[in-house]
DNA sequence: TATTGTTATACTCTATAACTATA
DNA sequence: TATAGTTATAGAGTATAACAATA
């Protein structure tokens, strides 16, 4: 029973900071050696999981809908990405990666030389621990106490 | 002896890309409730640690010097940060966060419950944990390898 | 000569508001 | 009426190139 909710927290969020930016730094130098901006490349990044709507994009990616025209629209114009209109909602356009665009993911993430060589560092097993940790500080676990569930 | 080298890594590689998300647009929020932008906010969170040049926080920041000129403009017509002439060098300016600054800083940091309720679910021993596997990943711990080290 | 900070320029990102075409 | 995508606009971030002051 930790006394001191927060105590330990802090030198964590400054760990966390340096972390997450030493990440993001290494991911902009990769995006923009393939001639990209680093929202381009989250946004690459993000479709490489599969087609989405504009409005769902710029959710996920959490700006307004209206950067996201201009951001598909430089994409498009590179032949990275490709608009489609949606079968069952004549509103909605779908957004997925062409084979450049696939390409160019792909090279981002093996350009991300730094952090590569930072993870290759561990061994399967720290792999895994930290991934459990990161999995239980930002995926938000599905937290929802199941419903009916006990509560100790 | 890992086998496959990178095998965990794809994984791992998507998971930070996710927490960074989140981190991310949890500290965007934050600072847009103060009124600041991302950049505006992680100069002044890299000025929490001391006074900086000019160019010495360009750096920090990854970003060209002449951003700096412009963002530190802003900061300072806030009075957020001052400019003060380098005694050592005529050339050079130190900015410093001011009172208001740090209490700009201090209130992002507070702002960013999503990413600290995560932190919160951890215990001590979990923080421990995961601090010093992303100092492994991260802070590249002296990698070089000694002069006259063993190499087993 | 080299470096620090700045300016000028051009492009990208970003949010707000208003518009259109659907639903 | 509500929603998806776009446009127009304005402010902010970004890199490049050139400059003055200083080292």
Do not use: H, W
């Not at 802090?10 to 972390?19: A, G, H, N, T």
């Not at 209206?66 to 990405?81: F, P, Y």
């Amino acid at each position: 029973m930790p006394e001191t909710p927060g105590a330990g927290t802090d030198r964590l969020m400054e760990l966390l900071s340096v972390s997450l930016g030493a990440y993001y730094g290494d991911f902009t130098v990769a995006a923009a050696a393939e001639g990209l901006t680093a929202s381009q490349g989250k946004t690459l990044s993000v479709l490489r999981r599969g087609p989405s709507a504009m409005r769902a994009l710029a959710t996920t990616l959490a700006c307004d809908a209206s950067n996201m025209t201009g951001i598909i629209d430089r994409l498009e114009k590179r032949s990275l990405v490709r608009r489609e209109p949606s079968p069952v909602d004549r509103r909605v356009k779908n957004v997925l990666l062409t084979a450049d665009g696939e390409r160019a993911v792909d090279a981002i993430r093996a350009g991300m030389r730094t952090t590569l060589a930072g993870l290759e560092t561990l061994d399967d097993a720290d792999r895994d621990v930290l991934a459990g940790l990161l999995e239980r500080v930002f995926a938000v676990p599905d937290a929802e106490p199941v419903t009916g569930g006990r509560t100790p």
